[in-house]
């Protein structure tokens, strides 16, 4: 039930949309070698306006995330301030439902 921001990182990479995770990580059958895992999401909310990747390095909340600073990330974790910051950018709203914890709710 995580909220999650979905990024396209082949092309025009930049986040586009909200979904929240329906299976939890699992083995990745289709992988070849290495230790592989993957998890189902169902999309729930297209962004208002896609923030791009130059956008994000730019920005000094933003720049601070771990998809600037590490390559070849699938699953990475945001703070509450750069959730809220990324949700500002792409002029889309949704409620936060809990404080104590930063779980967004929809």
């Known amino acids: 039930g995580d909220i999650v921001f979905f990024y396209h990182s082949v092309t025009d990479k930049q986040v586009v949309g909200i979904a929240t995770v ?3 990580f699992y083995p990745d ?5 290495g230790d592989w895992s993957c998890v189902d999401i169902a999309p729930k909310k297209a962004l208002v306006k896609a923030i791009s ?27 509450t301030t750069q959730a809220e ?3 500002a950018l792409a002029t889309t ?13 929809l």
């Open 22 to 24: 329906v299976k939890e």
């Open 29 to 33: 059958a289709t992988a070849e070698e």
């Open 53 to 79: 990747l130059e956008e994000i390095k730019a920005d000094k909340i933003l720049g601070e995330m771990p998809l600037v600073k590490q390559s070849r990330l699938s699953v990475t974790p945001l703070t």
């Open 85 to 87: 910051r990324l949700l």
């Open 93 to 105: 709203k949704l409620p936060l439902v809990d404080v104590d914890t930063g779980s967004i709710g």
